[in-house]
């Protein structure tokens, strides 16, 4: 199997020094950079399968290199390392793109975690298993992974990154039950109670997205996690 893609951009050479040597005894290939020029043409030739990005660095900070990252790559994980701790700060990275948010001082241990979680997320069968131009029906409603979208017989919705990770995996599993704390795992890294409360908010979204087509049901199944009923 091929050594998974890192792109590594942080400034501070010696901490870099240690993630990266770390990370390629894991046996990835990782490509460090210590700021974000040409992060788009870095991107197109290195093609990475996660990127790693510092927030503040010289130039141009993390959150702009990741949004510039997601308007090309929408499927592409994006990991901030950071060590600011404000709720802000964290909200502020998702919304520029981010699929995870890793605060400094980290172990090792937790940042290779992370990763893998990241790559069984965007690499997981469910999303190989999507039917030809990455389109999902959903009875009437059909849900477009890639563009982040939902066509339904009233408007198209444009989904949010977790909307479209969640009700990915949902799709995935549908007419099954799927646990809730392996969602919280694939979604955030952690089960945590902040993340936990967070996925009650993007369920109740979705459940109103997906209500112009009443045979479709997120179903809670209390103490266990949810049953995606969509019609066969």
Known sequence: MMSKKILYIEDEPFLAKIVKETLELKEYRVLHQTD????????????????ILDVMLPNIDGYTLGSKIRSVYPRLPIIFLTAKTQTEDV?????SGGTDYLKKPFSMEELIVRIENQLKLYGAPEAATL?????????????????????????????????????GILCSNANQVVDRRKLLQLVWGDDSFFNSRNLDVYIRKLRDHLSAEPRIEIITLKGTGYHFSVPV
Request: proline share 7%; with cysteine; hydrophobic share 35%.
């Open 36 to 51: 974000g020029s040409g992060i788009t043409d870095t991107v197109n030739s290195f093609e990475p399968d996660i990127c």
């Open 91 to 95: 909200v502020k990275g998702f919304s």
């Open 131 to 167: 039917p030809a131009g990455d389109k999902i029906a959903l009875g009437n409603i059909t849900f477009y992974p890639n563009k982040f979208e939902l066509v339904t017989p009233v408007a198209n919705i444009k989904l949010s990154n977790r909307e479209s990770q969640i009700l």
